[in-house]
T-cell receptor
Framework: GQQLNQSPQSMFIQEGEDVSMNCTSS?????WLWYKQDPGEGPVLLIA?????ELTSNGRLTAQFGITRKDSFLNISASIPSDVGIYFC???????????FGTGTRLTIIP | EPEVTQTPSHQVTQMGQEVILRCVPI?????FYWYRQILGQKVEFLVS????????KSEIFDDQFSVERPDGSNFTLKIRSTKLEDSAMYFC????????????FGNGTRLTVT
């Protein structure tokens, strides 16, 4: 089956630092999405990417859909305490609605 | 903003018992899903449902599992005879349609099988 690997698995940063994480796939996806999960809650959509090469921003978040359609990255600028959580990438293909989730990146902010 | 709601938030059951997890998807959405997340692991696809039938299911979704949309608003996941390894967070999700329609997730039901 399709595998999505995220790196790093976990990050420990100080408030105010920028964050970069990425996701690579063993196969092509038509759509890439980034979700954030807080403890005890469901994944919340952050950014959706629909075209290879697309760069999309949502506030302090920026994500790109790789040219090969097998990877994506997510950057967070000037991190704040509420950025703490687990970030998941997910791939989706047209005509097949299910999402395949990545392994997740856990972000911790050191006081 | 409309949201997916799930009940109960936490369900404890004994091994071998039947459980029904309930979801109310976003009202104008047409596609419905169940996902599972074992503690500390990634979110895994179980089943997708469209037009009153299963459109796809994963290997996890064996004969012990079933889904139903009993009325115009609810979407349920039944596990007939729970096993210890069914303990997980179960997330319901819905989407508007194919292509450019991200999934929206509920806050999950934590199922604990003892």
């Amino acid at each position: 089956g399709q595998q999505l690997n995220q790196s790093p698995q976990s990050m420990f940063i100080q408030e105010g630092e920028d964050v970069s994480m990425n996701c690579t796939s063993s196969s092509i996806f038509n759509t890439w999405l980034w979700y954030k999960q807080d403890p005890g809650e469901g994944p919340v959509l952050l950014i959706a990417l629909y075209k290879a090469g697309e760069l999309t921003s949502n506030g302090r978040l920026t994500a790109q859909f790789g040219i090969t359609r097998k990877d994506s990255f997510l950057n967070i600028s000037a991190s704040i305490p509420s950025d703490v959580g687990i970030y998941f990438c997910a791939g989706q293909n047209f005509g097949n609605e299910k999402l395949t989730f990545g392994t997740g990146t856990r972000l911790t902010i050191i006081p | 903003e409309p949201e997916v709601t799930q009940t109960p938030s936490h369900q404890v059951t004994q091994m071998g018992q039947e459980v029904i997890l309930r979801c109310v998807p976003i009202s104008n959405h047409l596609y419905f899903y169940w996902y599972r997340q074992i503690l500390g692991q990634k979110v895994e696809f179980l089943v997708s449902f469209y037009n009153n039938e299963i459109s796809e299911k994963s290997e996890i979704f064996d004969d012990q599992f079933s889904v139903e949309r009993p009325d115009g608003s609810n979407f349920t996941l039944k596990i007939r005879s729970t096993k210890l390894e069914d303990s997980a967070m179960y997330f319901c999700a819905s989407s508007a349609g194919t292509g450019y329609s991200p999934l929206h997730f509920g806050n999950g039901t934590r199922l604990t099988v003892t």
